[in-house]
């Protein structure tokens, strides 16, 4: 595209391996014109509060979790679940290493438990283990493919462990220029984890798994171990019949990110960045996890999702992104918000970001995955 403002070789690069030289071009004129800002993220319309009745609490009666027990089992004993787990991102937050290869404990890593948990998983229910795939990014992919194969898959046939690649773009400089890094190369990142559907429909993946008769994927962030592949929470949201589960957790002082909202009739994922200036988040009693249970019908759709715009430090210096997100396919599809514990060996939502957390948390964290049986 001889007319592009990213030059030849970086507008190939956008097309091969990006959302398209001709889309980033589209979305830089409206961030230059103002109409995509931090201003536009903001939704317009009235925003509400989830009624009480939208956020089912966990676990229920102990009838109920043996009805959902034996159903989600029975899904997992079929092959009709897979694993869809986020490995992308810069690798910047544990001194460049990928941090699903990180350590956690007794010489195994994020993604090690990951794969660990679904194999006794799938042991206690009879059947093949769950397919997994890993979202990985052109950062974290070689790292990840060799971390799996110095460490034997960590038991996990191998045939049933897929990747998959994000999407790769250019960040920008506050005046619409190309970031460059300080190579003097144009500094790529991954636009969001919006990138999971349309990346697994592209790959083929999506596409062979609901022929093989998958129909729910469970997607969780490589750092939340103890998001693990529960049968009966898989049964409450096939008995629930929404294509969407979302799993969220009670807000604590100093949360940060996406919550439940009310917003044009439906309860939906909305990022802090979208409510309006003058709502009180801390009002939603409750907090995203990033943690859905998905049908393969909701991802195979691949419905629209916004690009926002992100205003980083790289390198000590501002840079702008374009992201979408996954959270926003509660806006199209109907959707249930599940309450999830959030402390004790019960949790589901201790996230890791960098080395201080996993320092932190390393007790609890392996405490909660060692406890954890198949099941509630």
């Given at each position: 595209?001889?007319?592009?403002?990213?030059?030849?070789e970086?507008?190939?690069?956008?097309?091969r391996?990006?959302?398209?030289s001709?889309l980033?071009?589209?979305l830089r004129?409206?961030?230059?014109?103002?109409?995509?800002?931090?201003d536009?993220?903001?939704?317009?319309?009235?925003v509400?509060?989830?009624?009480?009745?939208?956020l089912?609490?966990?676990?229920?009666?102990?009838?109920?979790l043996?009805?959902?027990?034996?159903r989600?089992?029975?899904?997992?004993?079929?092959?009709?679940?897979a694993?869809?787990?986020?490995?992308?991102g810069?690798?910047?937050r544990?001194?460049?290493?990928?941090?699903?290869?990180?350590?956690?404990?007794?010489?195994?890593?994020f993604l090690?438990?990951?794969?660990?948990?679904?194999?006794?998983?799938?042991?206690?229910?009879?059947?093949?283990?769950?397919?997994i795939?890993l979202?990985?990014?052109?950062?974290?992919?070689?790292?990840t493919?060799e971390?799996?194969?110095?460490?034997?898959?960590?038991?996990?046939?191998?045939?049933?462990?897929?990747?998959?690649?994000?999407?790769?773009?250019?960040?920008?400089?506050p005046?619409?220029?190309?970031?460059?890094?300080?190579?003097?190369?144009?500094s790529?990142?991954?636009?969001?984890?919006g990138?999971?559907?349309?990346?697994?429909?592209?790959?083929?993946l999506?596409?062979?798994?609901?022929?093989?008769?998958?129909?729910?994927?469970l997607?969780?962030?490589?750092?939340?171990?103890?998001?693990?592949?529960c049968?009966a929470?898989?049964?409450?949201h096939?008995?629930?019949?929404?294509?969407?589960?979302?799993?969220?957790?009670?807000?604590?002082?100093g949360d940060?990110?996406?919550?439940?909202?009310?917003?044009?009739?439906?309860v939906?994922?909305?990022e802090s960045f979208?409510?309006?200036?003058?709502?009180?988040q801390?009002?939603?009693?409750?907090?995203?996890t990033?943690t859905?249970?998905?049908s393969?019908?909701?991802?195979?759709?691949?419905?629209?999702?916004?690009?926002?715009?992100?205003?980083?430090?790289?390198?000590?210096?501002?840079?702008?992104?374009f992201?979408?997100?996954?959270?926003?396919?509660?806006?199209?599809?109907?959707?249930?918000f599940?309450?999830?514990?959030?402390?004790?060996?019960?949790?589901?939502?201790?996230?890791?970001?960098?080395q201080?957390?996993?320092?932190?948390?390393?007790?609890?964290?392996?405490?909660?995955?060692?406890s954890?049986?198949?099941?509630?």
């Amino acid at each position: 595209m001889t007319d592009s403002p990213f030059g030849l070789e970086l507008a190939d690069r956008l097309d091969r391996e990006g959302p398209g030289s001709a889309l980033w071009t589209r979305l830089r004129a409206a961030y230059l014109n103002g109409a995509l800002s931090v201003d536009s993220n903001r939704v317009n319309e009235p925003v509400g509060i989830p009624p009480a009745e939208a956020l089912r609490s966990w676990p229920p009666s102990a009838t109920e979790l043996s009805t959902h027990q034996e159903r989600g089992a029975s899904a997992i004993r079929n092959s009709q679940v897979a694993l869809l787990v986020l490995n992308g991102g810069m690798a910047t937050r544990f001194g460049g290493v990928v941090k699903g290869i990180v350590e956690v404990a007794d010489g195994v890593s994020f993604l090690g438990l990951k794969l660990r948990d679904a194999l006794r998983v799938s042991t206690s229910v009879g059947g093949q283990p769950p397919r997994i795939f890993l979202m990985n990014s052109e950062a974290t992919d070689a790292g990840t493919r060799e971390h799996l194969e110095a460490n034997d898959y960590f038991g996990y046939p191998r045939a049933r462990i897929h990747s998959f690649k994000q999407l790769w773009a250019a960040r920008l400089t506050p005046e619409g220029a190309v970031f460059l890094d300080d190579d003097g190369q144009a500094s790529m990142y991954g636009p969001g984890h919006g990138d999971v559907g349309p990346c697994l429909v592209a790959s083929g993946l999506l596409g062979r798994f609901v022929e093989e008769g998958g129909q729910t994927l469970l997607l969780s962030n490589v750092d939340n171990v103890v998001a693990t592949l529960c049968p009966a929470l898989l049964g409450a949201h096939l008995s629930a019949g929404s294509e969407i589960t979302v799993e969220v957790v009670e807000k604590w002082a100093g949360d940060a990110g996406g919550a439940p909202a009310l917003l044009n009739g439906r309860v939906q994922i909305m990022e802090s960045f979208r409510f309006p200036e003058d709502f009180d988040q801390a009002s939603i009693p409750v907090f995203n996890t990033n943690t859905f249970w998905l049908s393969s019908r909701a991802l195979a759709a691949e419905a629209p999702l916004s690009w926002f715009v992100v205003h980083k430090k790289v390198d000590g210096r501002p840079a702008v992104q374009f992201e979408r997100l996954v959270g926003e396919l509660t806006s199209t599809f109907e959707s249930t918000f599940v309450v999830v514990p959030r402390a004790g060996l019960a949790a589901r939502f201790i996230p890791v970001k960098c080395q201080e957390d996993l320092d932190t948390e390393r007790e609890l964290l392996m405490a909660a995955w060692r406890s954890r049986l198949p099941g509630p």
